[in-house]
C-alpha cells in the first residue's frame, strides 16, 4: 500500500468521510485517516438524528448558510441511497408566557433564514396533535420541515463511496507529528509515514491538536458532553412530533 497521497485528510467522522466522497470524484490520490477502529467512532454517531432546517439560527451567519444548505443537501443524498428519513415535523412548546412571547420572534427569525413554514399554534391545536403531553403547555411553534433520520448511515454511505472510488481508508491510524518538507506534509503516524501535497484538518474534537502539531495555535475546542434518556421502541407511539424546547 502506498504512502504517499495527492490529499491526505486527517479525521473519519461525517464531515471528513463526505470530503474524502466528493474529493473521490476527481482523479486524485486520497488517504482518510481515523485514530478510531471505524468511521464515525466519535463525535458523528452520538447525536439527537434531527435533519435540522436551521430555522433558529443567527441570520446571515455562516451557520445560518452551512445549516440550510447542508440541510437540502442531506435531504436529496438520503433519498438518493435511500437513507431512513422520518418526516415527523418539529414542536416548538411553551410552557409559561415568557416562552410563548418569544414564539413570534422565533418565527421572525426563521422568515429571516428563508424558512417560511412555521405557524403559531394553540394549545388546543396543539393537545389535538400531541394529545399525550403533559398538562399546562400555552402554545407552539410548528417547524414541519425538521425530520429525524439514521444519523449512522450517511457516514458510511460516504465512506463506502469514496473507497469504491478509490480512496484509501487508513484506520487505527493516528497522526503523531506533522512536519512540511516543500510543497510536502509528512505526517508521522504509529502505523507509519505518510506524506501528501494537501491536507486537510478534519479531526473534529481534536482539531486543535492537530493544528498544534502544524505550528498553529489560534482556536481552541472545549469539549461539552451532554446526556440522552434513551426510551423503548414501545414509547414510540406516545409522541407524534420532534419536541423541543422555546429558547429563552
Same mark, same amino acid.
Given at each position: 500500500?502506498?504512502?504517499?497521497?495527492?490529499?491526505?485528510?486527517?479525521?473519519?467522522?461525517?464531515?471528513?468521510?463526505?470530503?474524502?466522497?466528493?474529493?473521490?470524484?476527481? $482523479?486524485?490520490?486520497?488517504?482518510?485517516?481515523?485514530?478510531?477502529? $471505524?468511521?464515525?467512532?466519535?463525535?458523528?454517531?452520538?447525536?439527537?438524528?434531527?435533519?435540522?432546517?436551521?430555522? $433558529?439560527?443567527?441570520?446571515?451567519?455562516?451557520?445560518?448558510?452551512?445549516?440550510?444548505?447542508?440541510?437540502?443537501?442531506?435531504?436529496?443524498?438520503?433519498?438518493?441511497?435511500?437513507?431512513?428519513?422520518?418526516?415527523?415535523?418539529?414542536?416548538?412548546?411553551?410552557?409559561?408566557?415568557?416562552?410563548?412571547?418569544?414564539?413570534?420572534?422565533?418565527?421572525?427569525?426563521?422568515?429571516?433564514?428563508?424558512?417560511?413554514?412555521?405557524?403559531?399554534?394553540?394549545?388546543?391545536?396543539?393537545?389535538?396533535?400531541?394529545?399525550?403531553?403533559?398538562?399546562?403547555?400555552?402554545?407552539?411553534?410548528?417547524?414541519?420541515?425538521?425530520?429525524?433520520?439514521?444519523?449512522?448511515?450517511?457516514?458510511?454511505?460516504?465512506?463506502?463511496?469514496?473507497?469504491?472510488?478509490?480512496?484509501?481508508?487508513?484506520?487505527?491510524?493516528?497522526?503523531?507529528?506533522?512536519?512540511?518538507?516543500?510543497?510536502?506534509?509528512?505526517?508521522?503516524?504509529?502505523?507509519?509515514?505518510?506524506?501528501?501535497?494537501?491536507?486537510?484538518?478534519?479531526?473534529?474534537?481534536?482539531?486543535?491538536?492537530? $493544528?498544534?502539531?502544524?505550528?498553529?495555535?489560534?482556536?481552541?475546542?472545549?469539549?461539552?458532553?451532554?446526556?440522552?434518556?434513551?426510551?423503548?421502541?414501545?414509547?414510540?407511539?406516545?409522541?407524534?412530533?420532534?419536541?423541543?424546547?422555546?429558547?429563552?
Amino acid at each position: 500500500m502506498s504512502n504517499q497521497f495527492e490529499l491526505a485528510i486527517i479525521g473519519a467522522g461525517v464531515v471528513g468521510c463526505a470530503l474524502a466522497r466528493e474529493f473521490a470524484k476527481h $482523479d486524485i490520490s486520497i488517504a482518510l485517516i481515523d485514530a478510531a477502529s $471505524d468511521v464515525g467512532e466519535v463525535t458523528s454517531k452520538a447525536n439527537t438524528a434531527i435533519l435540522h432546517t436551521g430555522f $433558529d439560527m443567527t441570520p446571515n451567519s455562516l451557520e445560518s448558510k452551512l445549516v440550510s444548505q447542508g440541510y437540502e443537501l442531506l435531504k436529496a443524498y438520503a433519498q438518493e441511497v435511500n437513507i431512513a428519513v422520518e418526516k415527523l415535523g418539529g414542536l416548538l412548546v411553551a410552557w409559561n408566557e415568557i416562552e410563548e412571547e418569544n414564539l413570534a420572534k422565533l418565527q421572525e427569525k426563521a422568515v429571516a433564514n428563508g424558512y417560511q413554514d412555521c405557524e403559531i399554534i394553540t394549545a388546543e391545536q396543539l393537545y389535538e396533535l400531541e394529545p399525550n403531553l403533559g398538562a399546562g403547555a400555552l402554545a407552539a411553534l410548528t417547524v414541519p420541515g425538521e425530520w429525524i433520520i439514521d444519523p449512522w448511515s450517511p457516514i458510511v454511505a460516504f465512506a463506502t463511496q469514496a473507497k469504491l472510488a478509490g480512496a484509501q481508508i487508513l484506520l487505527n491510524t493516528k497522526v503523531e507529528s506533522i512536519a512540511q518538507s516543500g510543497e510536502q506534509f509528512l505526517l508521522t503516524t504509529n502505523k507509519g509515514q505518510i506524506s501528501c501535497k494537501y491536507l486537510i484538518n478534519a479531526a473534529g474534537l481534536y482539531s486543535d491538536e492537530i $493544528d498544534k502539531k502544524l505550528g498553529l495555535s489560534d482556536f481552541t475546542i472545549t469539549p461539552r458532553r451532554g446526556e440522552l434518556i434513551v426510551f423503548d421502541k414501545l414509547a414510540r407511539s406516545l409522541i407524534n412530533h420532534i419536541i423541543l424546547p422555546v429558547p429563552t
